[in-house]
């Protein structure tokens, strides 16, 4: 299940990676570290129960567990072995879930954890009192999804953790308020979009080079670079990047990011987070990294957003926009120096997002604070808080010193290495030197704003006299990694084994100068001293600065973005209709237009005409053509609604007479009591609507024309083009010769429904069973609204109908008879027409009979008065699934026939099984009447009690 | 060739009907375009046979192929069962105002506030909620 | 289980529930609980059948049975590989959890409700199950006209004229494929699947004929541009309706576009690009479309014509990659988007309305139902490590893989309009402020303000959601299952000779 010596043995295997290995630490750590995350996650709730916001201390507790199982492992990176370890998940896809530590990995790491743990060491004083189980929970996630990313060794499962981080900020800056969601959303939908950006990276990446396992693409870029797919690739993974690390023009979504909670902010938006697309880039160094296109993109635009962040933030008024501006100003740094690849500027890279995280998140926890304590974030609210909160002024001091690069810090270690990585840029001769003048230029700024935050706060005179100094356990969260900075300046020798190997995994085989603190008399110390000047300078016109700055036109943040998403919703609105059309009509036009449109194209398609086939037209054909066509026409205009009735009754008869001729004799017989049966529905149905079909109007009636004309031309040549151009089929050929000796019948077609195509009868007896219990569900529920008030029904016969005692008798004779016809029928469908079906409409017609005479199913005749609806359909039903599974008991295929012996005479099952459809059919057509037919007496007591029946048969 | 006119002319005249106001024309419609579709089923079998398939009448290769036939006699009694229902569908939708109203609602938002909820408690008389409103009537 | 008793089963499925609501046509409408447990039962047993069929079929072969014992070529052919095997097994597990659904929204009172669901799950099975383009003529209608009946069960006006839209629909779409089905009987004189293997790709008139039954599936299934009678009629039935439809209806038509284009057009290249165009337009529009309904059962709609075009992509690949894609699409998606329609119901079901104009603040009343319908809407979005995710990567990779960078592309970019879509549920309904649903407005209507949504009411979509969690997390084995199931339509030899034994 488990590899544990992946490490060796994939690397060992692998020509293309030469480095010394050996696994000193426990692979299988790696997966732990991810579980314990989740079980952190998981036990979050229990926690809070009886800790409330204090259990972020436990979390804190955690991380640096986490820390510290991981050490030995992190321990051996320097000497650059590589921790691996794998677990089967997609074979199927060739995608394996590998988790892989290396330096780039480490340094990452321990930010996510160490920031981490400040963060959630910070929250339980920030938050206020109570549970605050979703945030911890999804604090908690997220670290563990970030966690995955740094260490996805298979690009398949760095996105999947990507997406995960891009939802779990998506959820903790959309639980806080009202007003967040907007945030939240276009949050999302930047870092979504840019999400499915790298996952058409990532699956073009798979498709070109054969596999997802990273380390094997990054050893051999020429699979990459040699391929078709080099820019699409390159482009969706910068893309990809950019949009987490709100780069240009992308960026809209970050500075609306700071609706969410202090913690959130200091943790997913400055310090980790937004960090991936750094790392995305970096990963992606040994592919890209020589490509002069690649560096050229990133130096541009990494460098016009660190100055367009560093101008905005010098704007702000608010801290936290002004972190936020400031969090994009530096990450646009971070991608132009990552964008120059050589030594020097990647060991900036690395330093600058050590440092960047450690100074960032300090000034967010500090805002943090002083917005609690003060309750305000706003330079002009603020003032002299020195005076109150010297420890707190303090901290914000080495921050803010640490970002604006001033030494002894360790943010004055990583800009200049920044200014001497982006003078080695080379894209062009020039270019070197303009970078690092951008670099300076975003530098000065930063210096300046830096000023500015601390100024805004806490110089002046004290305003807010009553406030003091918050408890230790609020400043100490930032007070850590203030000093760090500060340590970590003279210090930043104990940070060269990580980032060194971390360059290597960026550029392997080069030589990594380490950093140091005191470079000499280098040009970069220079440019570093006149930044602070200049910065300085700033600093004393500040106020004319700030008028010009103010001036500057500006559009409010993604305004763009929220006109672009209410166009969407506007277009989507405007989608919607064809769909909220009331009538059919508006639904099956489409239908018909594009069965003409692919019926003529395919004719079109066709080379010919269709040509008649010889021989199927016969002289009989032509008068009742002609019957046809007049009667038809006819139907379709009228006006009046029972002359379309008697027209349709017409147009029915002529085609069974037409069937008769075609030689199907059961076909026009059915096909004659079907007409008489629709008609009698249809003229139930349509007595209680208005006499005339509503008028249509011209222009309409018009098109309508067209369309029908069109597609019965179309019918008519595919007539012509797809019959009788072919001998009798093999199948029909088999029944004419083997029907009579497979089933013992002579008529042919009643043997194969009762015979060899019983499936298809049964299922067209359920349709009936269904359609007749449809009926009297339909019918009950208008009648219960036919109820007093909307038109009432007069039980009895149609008004069409006169004098009642002639049919009530002539009905008392010829009920028994029809009822005898209709047995009669029923026994010798088998060698004549007839059958179950027909012989049960010929019942049928006994019923209706009966209600036309008597106004109620039955009148006097007992038989057909039992008669109802449910239990005619379920019985019959019951009756053919019997007979045919009986087949399955016997182990024969479903609805095989047989013999049995009723009462010692031998009954073909196919016999039992007619009898079955002959029950549906029957049920259905009492349904009718009794429904359709005015809903008798019987029907019309039943309203009385609006309670369900057990019965819905009809008549009790 | 006759069988094609006919069909032309029934699905002609059943298009019409059907792109019709209405659920009775509609109907009446679908049962013309019936007719042309089993025309189509017994055609299929070939019309230079036309020999009733009743075994021992006739040399059978005089016969009609009896497959379509069972075809269109199955096809037959599905039309006739659905046919009835939309009858009755029409019939109980008498006066419902969809019936004549043919522009488009203005969408969703508009949708009757009375928006259904269907019987919450199990056992509860299903119809409760779903009564229309009064007076819809013709 | 030995294979010779396999075929026997084949005829179960559409047996079974046949008979069960039969059953309970005759049964008294009172003994409620009878006819509960009847239905499960069936459907449970259908279910048994469904795994035997998809554990006999792994292989990649396929089982046949000679309906009535006649001749090969004569006899109606009941066949199953694994692509049936599994959609009827997707389908009863579907049909397992809507049941239970209606039981606990009550829809079950409604009388003739539960046999009339029985029988639209057979009519399904059978038209999964069948060889023989008549009889699937027949079991779509077997599936259709319950339908129609459960439309306008309740009697609502506004289902009346929802079930007339409906009714005429499908009776066009009925007529049409009865049509192209007289056409090809005309030309091959045969509508058995088996003997017309590869016949629309040999000849040219009957790539046409088979191409009517293809455009009536293809309204069946929704497709744009004649998509709209799906959300017209789907959003006037009951909740319990919705969530059966979702998971039957539309599944059979894009079953038969797999198959028909798989057996009889052999998956001709020439008529690729067609499929995937639909497919592509379907996916696009139904997605951008579902941005602008105003109620979350109205979203879930479009997006579910979305969808259907994301399958259909599958189809229109025809490779290995894609097909597997398509198919493992399918049987996630029914399973997510019943969790998400259920959410939904039980919504309005309780409180009257799923309009989201009258919803908010969900999240802190109803946190269950915020994490299913969190889980569903991931789900269909495709975010990791869900269902839908391994789905879309599935169809990006066979896009991709296969050259078609427009469908690749589109195929990722159309999950964006779905988050889209989903965030506008979200803020509206679970984020927002509580005040826009008035609690009190409900109060005067019902005693709601004090109802819950009923456990009994969440629990299916739960259970099914859940389901969609571990086919992502979990993927491989379902994954390699539609694998076989894409090499029976690669290669259809297997189900052929089931279905055609010579």
Redesign the interface.
């Known amino acids: 299940m488990v590899a544990l010596a992946a490490a060796v043995g994939r690397e060992e295997g692998d020509a293309h990676d030469d480095r010394p290995v050996g696994v000193r630490a426990e692979p299988m750590i790696l997966f732990g570290v991810l579980v314990g995350m989740g079980g952190l996650a998981a036990v979050v709730p229990v926690i809070t129960r009886w800790l409330g916001r204090d259990t972020g201390y436990v979390l804190a507790a955690g991380f640096l567990a986490l820390i510290g199982v991981l050490t030995p492992a992190v321990a051996t990176v320097p000497d650059q072995d590589v921790i691996e370890a794998e677990l089967p998940w997609l074979p199927i896809f060739g995608v394996t879930a590998t988790v892989r530590l290396d330096g780039l990995s480490a340094v990452f790491v321990l930010l996510v954890l160490g920031v981490g743990a400040l963060i959630m060491a910070y929250c339980p004083r920030y938050l206020s009192v109570g549970r605050h189980t979703r945030t911890y929970v999804l604090l908690t996630l997220f670290a563990a999804a970030m966690l995955g990313l740094v260490l996805a060794a298979d690009l398949v499962l760095l996105f999947v953790f990507w997406e995960l981080t891009t939802i779990a900020s998506f959820f903790l800056i959309g639980g806080s308020g009202a007003h967040s969601a907007r945030a939240a959303t276009r949050a999302l939908v930047i870092t979504f979009g840019g999400g499915l950006a790298l996952l058409a990276a990532v699956v073009l990446i798979i498709v070109e080079t054969g596999t997802s396992y990273l380390p094997d693409i990054l050893a051999q870029p020429e699979l990459i670079l040699d391929s078709p797919m080099i820019w699409p690739v390159g482009l969706l993974l910068v893309l990809a990047a950019f949009t987490k690390s709100a780069q240009l023009p992308f960026h809209a979504w970050l500075p609306g990011a700071m609706v969410a909670i202090t913690p959130v902010s200091a943790y997913l938006h400055a310090a980790t987070m937004v960090k991936a697309g750094i790392y995305l880039l970096m990963r992606f160094t040994p592919v890209y990294g020589g490509q002069v296109a690649w560096q050229a993109g990133l130096l541009i635009i990494g460098l016009a957003t660190a100055i367009f962040g560093a101008a905005l933030a010098l704007r702000q008024h608010d801290l936290k926009a002004l972190l936020a501006y400031s969090t994009v100003s530096q990450l646009g740094l971070l991608v132009a120096v990552t964008g120059v690849g050589t030594p020097h500027a990647l060991t900036a890279a690395v330093a600058h997002t050590v440092a960047h995280a450690l100074y960032k998140a300090t000034l967010f926890m500090l805002v943090g604070i002083i917005d609690r304590e003060a309750g305000s974030r706003d330079v002009r609210e603020l003032s002299g808080l020195r005076r109150v909160m010297p420890v707190t002024a303090f901290l914000t001091a080495l921050a803010a010193l640490s970002m604006a690069g001033v030494p002894p810090m360790i943010g004055f270690v990583s800009k200049e290495s920044l200014f001497q990585g982006l003078g080695e840029a080379d894209v062009t001769s020039w270019a070197g030197p303009v970078a690092a003048g951008a670099g300076v230029a975003a530098s000065i700024l930063t210096f300046a704003y830096s000023v500015r935050i601390f100024r805004g706060a806490f110089a002046g005179p004290l305003m807010q006299r009553q406030l003091y100094e918050p408890h230790w356990q609020f400043l100490a969260p930032a007070a850590v990694p203030a000093v760090a900075g500060l340590v970590l300046g003279p210090g930043v020798a104990v940070l060269n084994p990580l980032t060194i190997s971390a360059v290597l995994d960026m550029a392997p085989g080069v030589v990594v100068p380490p950093l140091v603190f005191w470079h000499g008399l280098s040009p970069e110390l220079f440019l570093s001293a006149f930044t602070i000047a200049a910065g300085l300078l700033l600093f004393t016109v500040r106020g004319r600065m700030d008028r010009l700055l103010q001036a500057a036109p500006s559009t409010p943040e993604g305004m763009l973005f929220d006109r672009g998403f209410a166009g969407a919703h506007r277009l989507a609105g405007w989608l919607t209709r064809p769909g909220d059309a009331r009538t059919p009509v508006s639904h099956l036009t489409g239908p018909v237009v594009g069965l003409v449109g692919l019926a003529v194209g395919a004719l079109v398609a066709a080379d010919r005409l269709p040509t008649p086939a010889p021989g199927t037209s016969r002289a009989l054909d032509w008068p009742v053509l002609v019957l046809l066509v007049v009667a038809t026409i006819g139907a379709a205009l009228a006006r009046r609604v029972l002359l379309a009735l008697i027209l349709l009754g017409l147009v029915g008869i002529t085609v069974s007479a037409w069937f008769a001729l075609a030689g199907a004799p059961d076909v026009a017989l059915t096909l004659l009591l079907v007409e008489v049966l629709t008609a009698v529905a249809a003229v139930l149905a349509v007595r209680v609507m208005p006499d005339r079909f509503p008028a249509v109007p011209r222009r309409r009636s018009v098109v309508t024309a067209g369309l029908a004309t069109v597609l019965g031309l179309v019918a008519a040549g595919g007539t012509l083009a797809f019959t009788g151009h072919r001998d009798r089929s093999r199948a029909g050929t088999y029944f004419l010769q083997f029907a009579e000796e497979e089933t013992g019948g002579h008529n042919v077609v009643n043997t194969l429904l009762v015979g060899f195509r019983a499936l298809d009868t049964l299922g067209e007896t359920t349709v009936l069973g269904v359609a007749a219990l449809g009926l009297v569900l339909l019918l009950r529920e208008t009648a219960r609204r036919d109820l007093p008030g909307d038109d009432p029904i007069v039980p009895g016969p149609p008004r069409q109908v006169s004098n009642r005692a002639v049919f009530q008798v002539t009905y008392r004779v010829l009920a028994p008879a029809m009822l005898t016809l209709s047995v009669y029928l029923f026994f010798r469908g088998h060698y004549a027409p007839g059958g179950g079906f027909i012989a049960a409409l010929v019942a049928g017609i006994a019923v209706t009979f009966g209600w036309i005479a008597h106004g109620r199913v039955g009148g006097r005749v007992p038989i057909i008065r039992s008669l109802r609806a449910a239990p005619l359909v379920g019985g019959g039903l019951v009756l053919c699934l019997l007979v045919g599974l009986s087949a399955s008991l016997r182990g024969e295929p479903f609805l095989t026939p047989t013999y049995t012996y009723l009462a010692g005479l031998p009954v073909s099952t196919s016999t039992l099984f007619d009898l079955g459809v002959y029950l549906v059919v029957l049920g259905l057509v009492v349904a009718v009447v009794d429904r359709l037919g005015g809903l008798g007496p019987a029907v019309a007591h039943r309203f009385t009690r609006p309670v369900e029946p057990a019965n819905a048969g009809g008549a009790p | 060739m006759s069988t094609a006119i006919a069909v032309g002319v029934l699905v002609a005249a059943g298009t019409y009907l059907i792109l019709q106001r209405g659920l009775v024309r509609i109907a009446f419609g679908f049962i013309l375009l019936g007719h042309a579709v089993n025309l189509v089923l017994v055609a299929s079998g070939g019309l230079q046979r036309r020999g009733a398939p009743f075994i021992g009448q006739r040399p059978t290769d005089e016969m009609a192929d009896p497959l379509p036939q069972a075809f269109v006699l199955t096809a037959i009694v599905i039309t006739f069962g659905i046919t009835v229902y939309l009858l009755a569908l029409a019939r109980a939708s008498v006066g419902s105002t969809e019936e004549q109203a043919d522009e488009p609602s203005t969408g969703p938002a508009t949708a009757p506030p009375a928006d259904d909820a269907p019987p919450a408690a199990p056992g509860g008389n299903p119809g409760r909620d779903d009564r229309p409103p009064r007076g819809g009537a013709a | 289980m030995s294979s010779a008793l396999v075929?026997?089963l084949?005829?179960?499925p559409l047996?079974i529930p046949?008979?069960a609501?039969?059953?309970?046509?005759?049964l008294?409408?009172?003994l409620?609980w009878t006819s509960r447990v009847l239905a499960m039962v069936a459907t449970g047993m259908v279910l048994a059948v469904g795994v035997v069929l998809v554990a006999t079929t792994r292989d990649g072969g396929a089982v046949g049975?000679?309906?009535?014992?006649?001749?090969a070529?004569?006899?109606?052919m009941?066949a199953a590989d694994q692509f049936s095997a599994l959609l009827v097994t997707v389908t009863a597990v579907l049909v397992l959890g809507g049941l239970l659904f209606a039981?606990?929204?009550?829809?079950?009172?409604?009388?003739?409700f539960t046999?009339?669901v029985l029988?639209l799950s057979?009519?399904v099975y059978?038209a999964y199950l069948?060889g023989d383009l008549?009889?699937l003529f027949?079991?779509i209608?077997?599936m259709l006209?319950?339908s129609?009946?459960l439309v306008?069960?309740?009697?609502?006006?506004?289902?009346?004229?929802a079930?007339?839209?409906y009714?005429?629909?499908s009776?066009?779409?009925?007529?049409?494929f009865?049509?192209g089905?007289?056409?090809i009987?005309?030309?091959a004189?045969?509508v058995n699947l088996g003997e017309l293997a590869g016949a629309a790709s040999r000849s040219?008139?009957l790539a046409?004929?088979t191409?009517?039954l293809l455009?009536a599936m293809g309204?069946k299934a929704a497709v744009v541009?004649?998509?709209?009678?799906?959300?017209?009629v789907y959003?006037e039935v009951?909740?319990?309706v919705v969530v059966l439809f979702s998971g039957l209806l539309t599944k059979v038509g894009v079953y038969v576009i797999f198959r028909l284009y798989a057996v009889m057009y052999d998956g001709d290249p020439r008529w690729r690009w067609l499929l995937l165009t639909v497919a592509l337009v379907t996916l696009l529009?139904g997605a951008?479309?579902?941005?602008?309904?105003?109620?979350i059962r109205?979203v879930l709609l479009?997006s579910m014509v979305s969808h259907i075009g994301f399958m259909l992509v599958g189809v229109g690949l025809f490779t290995e990659a894609g097909l597997?894609a398509g198919v493992f699409y399918l049987l996630q998606y029914v399973l997510v988007k019943a969790a998400l329609l259920m959410c939904a119901g039980a919504v309005?079901?309780?409180?009257?309305?799923?309009?989201l104009?009258r919803l908010g603040g969900l999240v802190s009343r109803e946190p269950l139902l915020a994490t299913t319908f969190m889980v569903g809407a991931?789900s269909l979005i495709g975010?990791?490590?869900l269902a839908g995710?391994?789905g879309?990567?599935?169809l990006?990779?066979g896009a991709?893989?296969d050259g078609q960078w427009w469908t690749?592309?589109l195929v990722?970019?159309g999950?964006?309009l779905t988050?889209?879509a989903m965030?506008?549920v979200w803020?509206q309904a679970f984020?927002?402020?509580d005040g826009e649903l008035t609690w009190a407005e409900v109060e005067e209507g019902g005693t709601v303000s004090v109802t819950k949504i009923r456990r009994t009411l969440l629990a299916p979509a739960v259970g099914l959601a859940s389901g969609g969690l571990v086919l992502g997390v979990a993927?491989?084995p379902v994954?390699?299952l539609a694998?076989v199931a894409a090499g029976n339509l690669l290669d259809p030899a297997g189900y052929v000779t089931a279905v055609m034994p010579r």
């Open positions: 075929p026997a084949l005829a179960l047996a046949l008979l609501g039969a059953v309970l046509v005759l008294p409408a009172r409620r049975q000679r309906v009535g014992d006649w001749p070529g004569i006899a109606i009941l039981f606990a929204t009550g829809d079950d009172a409604r009388r003739m046999p009339l029988v057979a009519g059978g069948t008549f009889n027949v079991f209608e077997v006209v319950p129609y009946v306008v069960l309740s009697g609502a006006r506004r289902r009346l004229s079930g007339g839209v009714l005429t629909v009776l066009l779409t009925s007529t049409m009865l049509a089905l007289g056409l009987y005309g030309l004189g045969t040219d008139a046409v004929a191409g009517v455009v309204i541009p004649v998509h709209t009678w799906l959300p017209r959003r009951t909740p319990a529009v951008a479309t579902s941005l602008g309904d105003r109620s109205g479009y597997t309005q079901t309780t409180y009257g309305t799923d309009r104009d991931l975010i990791p490590p995710f391994v879309k990567l599935a990006a990779r991709f893989g690749g592309g990722v970019a999950s964006l988050l889209l965030v506008h803020n984020w927002g402020h993927a491989q994954l390699a694998g």
